[in-house]
């Protein structure tokens, strides 16, 4: 075991023993907006290790869960019926959307049928397939949050080739807490910040909570101490009820972000009021290419496959909860078809899928059985 491996436990179990210390009156509800703090949390089983009085809610931390159904249909239908390469982040591939049976219902199945999709793990792999295939045009199925969507951006405003076109679906974080916080119910008492997207954002992105809502905040990283740094940063603010943005995340958090990818992000991309799968349409919480860079737009090339009418709320399966998992409102193992209907050799919801995804996470942590008594 190397010596930073020994510091990192022992500054772990210095926080837990601080946490331990702290009087807690009531039940303390803390959010996650990260599917890799919900991973580290799981897989280090740090719910078990902490008092019984705090409860830790996985948000809406996952991008693919939250990938609209009429986008994904989109994508489908233009690699089908198109003389294209389609390619995007494999965890897209598997995700399901509504169709009659016998139809292709996700990106997989289209493949199977013919269509020339392909797995790609950065925006620098879709240039590369773009130049080795000049002659074809190679639609780039881009979903993500922040830290996706920064690379995104990179790639068009550095010259991507002409060949190259981007169907987006790239969303912003802090808007679902918002919309959350708004809605006066938002089931959290103190927020952890994505340390990834402070990186890209800054940790000044997440004072509107302190300020707004009077809720203790602190961004976090992706290993334990970071974490339970965090914990104890908001459990401390509200028992004593002095209220700040904390940066647990130093080391690559810093307050004003990366400038260069912010500023990229500003050149390439408008905000837009976009759709959350399940949720609804978030206000300023999408991005969209502006006009400068409307040549790599899929949409603009390929404009018949935008079906409005597949734009709704409640669109997952029927019985599927993921849109309250995804919120916060029930824990995975609370959805009615975890375990049963639901499992990642056989993914009815987008949580089931993605890897980023709370029930997959869940599942993969050995949690196997629903709770809920609802076949």
């Not at 914990?231 to 647990?248: A, G, H, P, T």
């Not at 609804?280 to 409005?308: E, F, V």
Request: proline share 7%; with cysteine.
């Amino acid at each position: 075991m190397s010596n930073s491996t020994l510091d990192s436990n022992k500054q772990a179990k210095y926080w837990l023993q601080r946490i331990h210390e702290l009087d807690l009156q009531q039940p303390v509800r803390i959010m996650n907006v990260c599917g890799g703090h919900e991973r580290a949390i799981t897989m280090a089983g740090l719910r078990s290790a902490l008092p019984k009085a705090v409860e830790l809610i996985p948000g809406p931390g996952c991008p693919v869960c939250i990938c609209p159904e009429e986008d994904i249909y989109e994508a489908i239908q233009i690699s089908l019926q198109e003389n294209v390469i389609l390619v995007a982040f494999g965890d897209m591939l598997r995700v399901p959307v509504n169709v009659h049976h016998g139809e292709v219902r996700t990106l997989d199945q289209a493949k199977g049928a013919g269509a020339d999709i392909r797995p790609i793990a950065s925006p620098q792999e879709a240039i590369d397939i773009a130049r080795q295939h000049p002659q074809t045009t190679v639609v780039f199925f881009a979903a993500g949050f922040e830290t996706t969507m920064a690379p995104v951006a990179a790639m068009i405003a550095q010259g991507a080739p002409d060949n190259l076109c981007l169907l987006l679906s790239g969303r912003l974080t802090w808007p679902a807490v918002a919309m959350l916080l708004e809605s006066g119910s938002p089931g959290f008492d103190c927020l952890v910040a994505p340390g990834h997207v402070a990186t890209v954002m800054g940790a000044e992105e997440w004072t509107f909570v302190v300020k707004q809502y009077s809720l203790p905040t602190a961004v976090a990283g992706f290993y334990s101490e970071s974490l339970l740094a965090a914990f104890y940063s908001v459990l401390r603010q509200k028992i004593e009820q002095r209220l700040f943005l904390d940066n647990c995340y130093p080391e690559l958090v810093q307050q004003q972000g990366n400038p260069s990818a912010r500023k990229q992000l500003q050149q390439v991309f408008n905000i837009i009021d976009a759709n959350w799968r399940g949720i609804g349409t978030i206000p300023a919480s999408g991005y969209a290419l502006n006009d400068q860079y409307a040549a790599h737009d899929a949409r603009q090339r390929y404009p018949d496959y935008r079906d409005m009418a597949r734009k709704r709320a409640g669109q997952m399966p029927p019985g599927c909860d993921c849109a309250k998992v995804v919120l916060g409102k029930i824990y995975p193992d609370q959805c009615r078809l975890y375990g049963k209907a639901c499992t990642p050799r056989n993914p009815v919801g987008p949580c089931m899928v993605s890897d980023e995804g709370a029930c997959r996470i869940w599942w993969a942590g050995g949690v196997r059985q629903s709770r809920s008594k609802i076949a």
